[in-house]
Structure formats: structure tokens, C-alpha cells
């Protein structure tokens, strides 16, 4: 949560009405009275209800009745204003928690100690789902002023305190908050209805963001990310300290007129020039594949899918910095794949990138240093064009993750992040489901004959039982058979690669587990196969084995409960 507290004057009226009116934008709706001094006092409901006007002047007249009775001993300013906002990740509060938050601010502040009877007179006002506005006049009732202050600092004090009541998003403050993670500046009322003017969906503030996202998903120093900033048609500037090192930089559009500049810190606390260096330092530039018969280079895209495919298991077992890391350069690779996906993707990619961007917002610090694969995997992709295959093996290792992501936040209660994973999910579903089946149908048309079939039903029965019959009865089985059979054609045992393919990552949350399967086999079945000698030792060691995936479901640990869109 994040409290803002300003003294806006004398006019009490001026600031009630407004909390009460229909907001600049008709952003103000449903405006009501959850808590006050006074529990009989007149409530104005909407502006446009039956006898707004009348009610709103009784609650200006009645806060205002200390300052009148205080005459000339009225402090200036008397009006105290403070508005309380919700994490844009937190779950909606009552009214009856905003109540008791409004009432914890007024006593910690000294506006209105509790058990005080001559404490200022106050209204806690709720016109939107985030947040409340207090609005208070500083004369007690014994005509004296409130000893309220260093009020910001008691309030933030008392916010950390009622995150925890509540169970909200821990929000950093003092000396850690620049070190938290990712927080998106919104655009100011003025930038969004410039945007308006010009016929524009998102305003300067954000079309710079997105692009600066996208050029640091690709850069792998910041010469190279400069560079791409610049080649995506930004005007850039940095500043340099007087000893020669870099301080910072700003961008602005390539408009007509005077630039209008925008720091990275002013974009997103983690596009500001520090927050990238981590960034770039904790990249791994890719390697040669390790056992490769060829030591050519590793097929990037299948690497970045393979590395997704873990982050459900961080998500679910690691620490929230380590967890942060993995969702921060996840992110970063739903910002790349609209520059290498065809066009007829990018709008779905474009707008997954955007709605994960909420999704993956939370306030625990990054280690980035736990996401190293993926990122490596992330800049390689630049330097390797995407086939239909590639690309929806790491969207359907995407879609996977974003249901990870969603569980964990389902977990916390924070239901923006679960309503924003939702909106990743109906994109990324979208454009897996236009490019999926081109590659999958290819597949199909080398299936083998009948009695392979036969053959790699059987071994599908034996090492997974729990999931053949749905495996068997879906449209991507012949494609898995395929898969199966140009993995055996280059020494692998079906068994043994669809045990492994299996291991990799949970079923569970598959909407087609074939489809799941053919990608994971295909990249394992480019590893180099395993000697006879070594195919003998695994043999063996499956035979003693005390237990196998084939009994694995029957004992699986309960999972939480899962909720949107299945994969």
C-alpha cells in the first residue's frame, strides 16, 4: 500500500465535492462513505443521485463546524487530505477493511486518536475498487490544533503494519524500496489525453517503456542496448559524471516539435540505468552445445523452452527473490517474440507482453543470477530466425508458465496478478493455436506404420499410465508417434525419451498432453544418443529402480487448486 498526504487548504467543500464528482475522466464511480467520525452523518452517494447537492453541502458544513467555532485560532490550511492505495496486485478490500485502515491512519496520525472524544472530525471516502480518500479539518474539539506531525512517516509506518493484517503485498520502504522490484510509472492525466488528441491507444510514457523493454530483452551490453534504442527510431541521450561514467539516460519519441523526455527511472523503477546493468551482467552468452558430435552451436529457441519449462518448479519451491528473477526474464522473452514471430502474431504477442507485465509485478527484490539459462537462451534467439516449430514449442512452454504464475498469485490472494495472468493466457493461447497445428500436421505426415503405433502405445501404457488413455485419444498423438519414431531413428529408446520428457515438467496443467510431449521429444531426441553400453546401464538401472514414472501419479503430492485457462 502507498499513502500520499498533502494539506490542499482551506476549501473543505472544494475537495468533497471533488472526491465525490464524476473525476476528470469519469474515472469516480459508486462514491460512498465507508467510515467517518460520525457514523450519523449524511452520506452524498453519487453526484447524480436524488438530492446529491444538498447532502454534500450538510458534510462540508458539519466538518467545517470546529473550524467556525475556532474562528481566527483556526490553523491555515486546515484541510488534512490522505489518500490510502492498494498494490495494483492485491486482492479488493471491503468496505469494512477500508474502514478499519481509515480509522488505523487516523489514530496513528494523530488526526483522530481512537478513545479520543475530541479528536478532528474526518470522512474516509471510496469512489474506485484501489483506494479511499480521508479528508479531515485540523481543529479538535476543544478548539485546539492536532498534534499530528511527521504524519507521512507514522502512516508508512502503519502501512507496513497492516499489510500484514491484511495479508497484502509487503511494499518496500526506506533504503530497500530502490532496490525492489519492477513498479510501471502510470501515465499522468495530462499524457493520456495528449494520447487522446492524437488518436493514439497508449500514451508516450508507455509506448516508450514498451520499446525500451523490447531493446533490453535483446541487448547484451549497453552499447548494443543504445544501439537498439536508436534503431527503433527513439531519441536517446545519456549523462556522464564528471570522471567519464555513465550516470544515466532518457528517451523521447521521434515526434515533431520539442522532445519530450523520459528517464528510465520515470518509465519503470527497473528500466533505470543500475537496475539494467544488473541486468545485463547476469547474462549468459550462449555456448556450445556440451557432447554436441557436431560442436555446432545449440538451437537457441529450443534452449529458452527448455528453461521455461522449469520455472513452474521455481515458482512453486523457490524463494520469492529467486522466483522474481525467473518471472522478470520471462517477461522479457514475451517482449522479444513479436520481432521474430510473423506478422499475423504480433498483435496477440505484443498484448501477452503487455498483460504479463502486471502479472509478474511483485515488490521482492531479483536475484537475477537464478535466471541465468534463460536469459543466455533469450540472447542467443536474436542471432537464430524462428521456424513454426520453434516458436510454438516455447509458446506452449509459455502458456505453462503464465499457469504457474497464476497459481502462485492465486495462492497469495493477489487477484490483479491472477486476472492480468488470465489476459496473458487468452493471448498466448491465441497465438499458439494459429501456429501449432502447421507444424504439428508436418509432423503427422511421417507418423510410422500400424504396428509402430501399436508398439509405442504399449510403451506409453507402461510409463504413463495415468495419462495414456487421454494421450491415445487426442488429435496430437500421431504427431507424438512421429516424434517417438525420428527419436528411436537416431539411437534413442522410446521408453526412456518419453520417461524423460515426462519428468521434465508436470502434465497436469496440459490442456493437450500429446501436444506437450512431441515438443519435449523433439529436443530431446537432438541430444546425442546414448552408446549401447550406456543404454545397457540404464536398462539396468530402471529394472532396479524402486519406483518408476509410471507409478508416479498414483502417489503425486496434491496440488493447489488451479484456476483460468487450462494448458
Known sequence: MIANIVKPGNNTYGIVKYLFDKGRANEHTNQHIVASWDDFIPDPGPYDSLGHKQRLDQLAKALDLRVKQAGDKAPEGHV???SVR???????LTDSEWATIARRMVHVTGIAPTGDPDGC??????????????????VRGDLRPPRNWNDYHRAMTELTAIEKDFGLTQVLRGPEAAAGTPTAKRP????????NRQGCDVTARERLRHTVRAALSHATNLDEFFNLLSDAGLQVETRTLPSGDLQGYKVALPDDGPPIWYSGSSLATDLSLPQIRQRLAAADAPTALAGSPT???????????????RIPHHLDHADDPAAQAHLTVFSEVLYALPAHAPAHLRAELHRAALAFEHAAHTRARADHQHARALRGALKG???????HTSLAMLLDAAILVVLAAQRRSTLRHHDRQVAAARQTLIHLQAAYD???PTSLAALTRHRPTDGTIHRYALVLCEVLPSYAEQILTE??????TAALTAAEAVGHSPATVLQQAAQQCSLDDAKSASEVLVWRIQRLGERHAPSPMARAAQARSTQFAPQSVASEPATRTPQPPRTGRSR
Do not use: S
Not at 121 to 138: E, N, S
Open 80 to 82: 488534512w487530505h490522505c
Open 86 to 92: 492498494a498494490a495494483p496486485e492485491d486482492r479488493f
Open 121 to 138: 472530525r474526518w470522512v474516509a471516502v471510496r469512489h474506485a475498487d484501489d483506494h479511499i480518500h480521508i479528508v479531515a479539518t485540523k
Open 188 to 195: 499522468t492525466r495530462a499524457e493520456q489525453e495528449k494520447a
Open 295 to 309: 560442436g555446432r552451436r545449440p538451437n537457441a529457441w529450443h534452449q529458452a523452452a527448455a528453461a521455461a519449462e
Open 381 to 387: 534467439m536474436r542471432y537464430q530466425p524462428a521456424d
Open 434 to 436: 494459429q501456429i501449432a
Open 475 to 480: 488429435d496430437a498423438w500421431p504427431a507424438l
